[in-house]
C-alpha cells in the first residue's frame, strides 16, 4: 500500500496545489472586461448589467477555463501521489511540468486572442464607441499561478534527477 501521509509531502507539492487552487478562485473573478476613456461612455457601462461588462472564466471561453484544469489536476496528483516512488520514477514530475508549460501558453494565447470572444461587428461597435476590452483579476491571477507552476514543477523534475543520479550504483 502506498505512503500516502501528507507530512510527507514536499513545500513544492504544496506549492503546485495552491497554484491550481488559486487558479480555481480566479475562474469566478472576472477574467475579461469592457473599460471606456470617455466618461459618457463610462456612465453607459455603469448602467449595464455586470455580466454584460465583466466576464469570469467560464463565459470568457476555452482558453480561460481550460488552462485552470491543467494546473489544478496535476497539482493534486502531485500531492496525493507525489510520494510513491513508482509514480515519480514513471514521469509525474515531468507529466506536472508539462502540463504547467501548456496551461501557461494557453493562458498566454488566450490572452492574445482577448477580442476574439466578440465576434468583428461586436468589436467594430465597441471600438467606433471607444470601449476597450481588456483583461481582468481572474486572468492576472490565473497567468501567476501558471507561472508559480511551472517553476516549481521545474524544481521538482529537478529533484527527480538529483535523486536518480543518487541511486545508481
Not at 116 to 134: V, Y
Amino acid at each position: 500500500m502506498p505512503d500516502l501521509a501528507l507530512k510527507k509531502v514536499t513545500w513544492r507539492e504544496w506549492l503546485g496545489l495552491a497554484a491550481g487552487l488559486l487558479a480555481l478562485v480566479a475562474l469566478f473573478l472576472p477574467w475579461t472586461t469592457l473599460t471606456a476613456s470617455r466618461p459618457e461612455i463610462e456612465d453607459v457601462l455603469r448602467t449595464l448589467p455586470a455580466t454584460d461588462v465583466t466576464r469570469d472564466a467560464w463565459r470568457s471561453g476555452f482558453l480561460a477555463w481550460a488552462p485552470v484544469f491543467l494546473l489544478f489536476l496535476p497539482g493534486l496528483a502531485v500531492v496525493l501521489f507525489g510520494r510513491v516512488d513508482a509514480v515519480r520514477r514513471a514521469g509525474l514530475p515531468h507529466l506536472w511540468l508539462m502540463a504547467a508549460i501548456g496551461a501557461l501558453l494557453l493562458m498566454v494565447l488566450g490572452w492574445t486572442t482577448l477580442d476574439w470572444q466578440f465576434d468583428a461587428d461586436q468589436r467594430g461597435i465597441l471600438s467606433a464607441a471607444g470601449i476597450e476590452i481588456g483583461s481582468g483579476l481572474g486572468r492576472h491571477l490565473g497567468l501567476v499561478a501558471a507561472a508559480v507552476s511551472v517553476v516549481v514543477a521545474f524544481f521538482d523534475v529537478r529533484r527527480l534527477r538529483a535523486e536518480t543520479r543518487t541511486r545508481r550504483p
